[in-house]
């Protein structure tokens, strides 16, 4: 079970931390909410406590996993579609799975079409947004500045 202080990943909004539970009245019925404090976009989320493993929360990987994470940018990347719809389908599934690695996949897979022949504009945003969900869990990981932790991605992916 999750408590107050805890460093979350929800999947498509990044890293957080729980702030606070607070109980709400709806319709007649008490539910204890956690209160996540979201690093990307500062959002403050309201999930109820029984609905967290539902929607793919879950703790924010250790350092080991995330060296583990940097060795996915130097694999052999897959054959990929070339169809940008089917290509955005399968990322946008392994963004919401919450799990890093496919996240570093989708990030990989990317970069390497762009170094071909360049993304098109669905394809950058969504390069964007699995960096940026990256850098959120690397700052709670290694308790570093957003800056630092992109810098660190960069470094990861180039060397």
């Known amino acids: 079970m999750f408590q107050i202080g805890d460093k979350i990943f929800y999947p498509i909004h990044g890293a957080g931390v729980i702030e606070a539970i607070e109980e709400k009245e709806f319709f007649g019925e008490k539910h204890l909410y956690f209160v996540l404090n979201m690093l990307l976009r500062e959002l403050h989320i309201m999930v109820p406590v029984e609905k967290m493993s539902a929607l ?26 070339v169809n940008a719809t089917q290509r955005y389908r399968i990322n946008m599934d392994k963004m919401k ?59 990861a992916i180039n060397s």
């Open 56 to 81: 793919g929360i879950r703790q924010v990987v250790d350092l080991d996993i995330l060296e583990d994470v940097f060795a996915v940018f130097h694999d052999e990347e897959p054959e990929l579609p």
């Open 97 to 155: 799975s919450g799990d890093i690695y496919e996240g570093a996949e989708v990030i990989r897979d990317l970069l390497s079409i762009s170094k071909k022949k360049g993304l098109g504009a669905g394809d950058k945003f969504m390069l964007d947004q699995a960096q940026q969900i990256l850098i959120s869990e690397l700052v709670l990981v290694k308790g570093i500045a957003t800056k630092q932790a992109s810098d660190l991605l960069n470094e």
